[in-house]
């Protein structure tokens, strides 16, 4: 049934319409109209203030003499709705560093922006602690690219130290339905489990991706066969890894002078330490 043909709808029209309502609603009109100017107001303060934040770290890291043109402008105009809404201090350093890079990288793409437009400061953060860890040169890998894998339990120690990623679910849940979980248990649950929220983030972001590995059990090889000797459950790992896409991002949302591991080599290796 539509408007036209509904009898209640034709007379709250009528009644709107009629003089007694529009001198009751035209109070409420202009408050409203009055509180929306004030809103309007004040999130154009905010907006322009958080652009000028933006600006003024991104002029500060360029090279002496390197004023921004123009031209510039024309390339990052499609950033600024979402730059604009940006009013942590960490992550606006990233929106400029993603501003220098849009006008200069040619791995940028404007995906990007939409990315870093859901990055939390703290995501932003453990993918900072996290390219220092996989960027840096070890004795098995001289040139790191940034993809190599960790096992899980060594993602969450880069995320927060102070996690016990020991920690036994199962017996955990037992003691809980038992009511015998500690203060400190609950606790340590608790930041174990927005760690795996955030590594999670990190994947549905494309930043990341996971690789479960199963490793094999005892067993005897006859011929091409592999016989197991003792009937045991496949012991899997988990392993993480920045995917292409989140090398590249980590070097848009970061300003050149700080990224480590600037000269490797390739970008496509995925070999596990």
Do not use: C
């Not at 899980?152 to 920690?167: C, G, L, R, S, Y």
């Amino acid at each position: 049934m539509n408007g036209e043909d509904n009898p209640v709808v034709d007379a709250a029209i009528k009644i709107l319409d009629s003089k007694p309502a529009t001198n009751l609603l035209d109070p409420v009109t202009k408050e409203v109209g009055k509180m929306l100017g004030i809103v309007g107001n004040v999130a154009r303060f905010y907006l322009t203030d958080n652009l000028r934040k933006i600006f003024t770290k991104w002029a500060k890291s360029r090279p002496d003499g390197h004023t921004i043109q123009a031209e510039e402008i024309k390339k990052i105009m499609p950033l600024l709705p979402l730059a604009s809404m940006v009013s942590d201090d960490e992550l606006q350093a990233r929106w400029a560093a993603l501003m220098e890079n849009a006008v200069t990288d040619k791995d940028y793409l404007p995906a990007f922006s939409q990315t870093l437009s859901q990055l939390t400061a703290e995501e932003a953060q453990f993918l900072d602690r996290l390219w220092k860890v996989v960027s840096q040169p070890t004795p098995q890998v001289r040139r790191p690219t940034g993809r190599e894998a960790l096992p899980h339990f060594a993602m969450i120690q880069v995320f927060d130290p102070e996690i016990k990623t020991n920690i036994n679910r199962w017996q955990m849940l037992q003691s809980e339905i038992r009511g015998e979980l500690t203060e400190e248990q609950k606790e340590q649950i608790q930041n174990l489990e927005h760690a795996e929220l955030v590594l999670q983030d990190l994947e549905r972001l494309g930043l990341s991706g996971r690789e479960i590995v199963e490793k094999e059990g005892p067993y005897l090889k006859y011929e091409h066969y592999k016989i197991p000797t003792v009937p045991t459950f496949p012991e899997t790992t988990v392993y993480h890894s920045l995917t292409r896409l989140g090398v590249s991002f980590i070097r848009a949302v970061t300003t050149k002078i700080d990224v480590p591991g600037e000269d490797a080599a390739s970008l496509t290796s995925t070999d596990r330490p």
